[in-house]
């Protein structure tokens, strides 16, 4: 991971926040959750932000290298993982998918986007930090 502060996090995270409102108000609600991240491929292109999409995540156990099929939506720029959904209610399961890509990316802050509802400022994202995030500098 690169050196980072958490207030180069909470700008990025308001980057891809503003990214991601642009994509809302553009298509709306109710879309399938691929349409919304092709169209997050273009708009983090459009604003220079860094990114891997569909980024694989490594299990490493007792030093083994393990093969998974766990997919993060979104690696920004090493440090802030982003994943997608377009449902009607977010579950818990998203939530535990989420700290679980942060932890084995080693990944201090993660965003959860939500498409499928009418405002995504208030009601479409959540941000989560971890261990690695409390004990980075201001």
Not at 91 to 107: C, D, G, P
């Amino acid at each position: 991971m690169k050196k980072v502060s958490k207030k180069e996090l909470k700008n990025l995270v308001y980057k891809v926040n503003g990214a991601a409102i642009e994509v809302h108000k553009s298509l709306g609600p109710g879309l399938l959750e691929s349409v919304y991240h092709q169209c997050l491929l273009k708009e983090f292109e459009l604003r220079n932000i860094k990114y891997i999409s569909e980024n694989q995540v490594p299990i490493v156990y007792k030093g083994h290298f393990l093969e998974t099929k766990l997919r993060c939506d979104f690696l920004i720029e090493d440090v802030l993982v982003v994943e997608l959904k377009s449902v009607s209610e977010v579950n818990s399961i998203f939530e535990a998918q989420i700290l679980t890509y942060m932890n084995l990316l080693k990944v201090p802050i993660g965003l959860l986007i939500n498409f499928n509802v009418n405002n995504i400022f208030y009601d479409g994202q959540q941000t989560f930090v971890n261990e690695i995030y409390r004990l980075l500098p201001e």
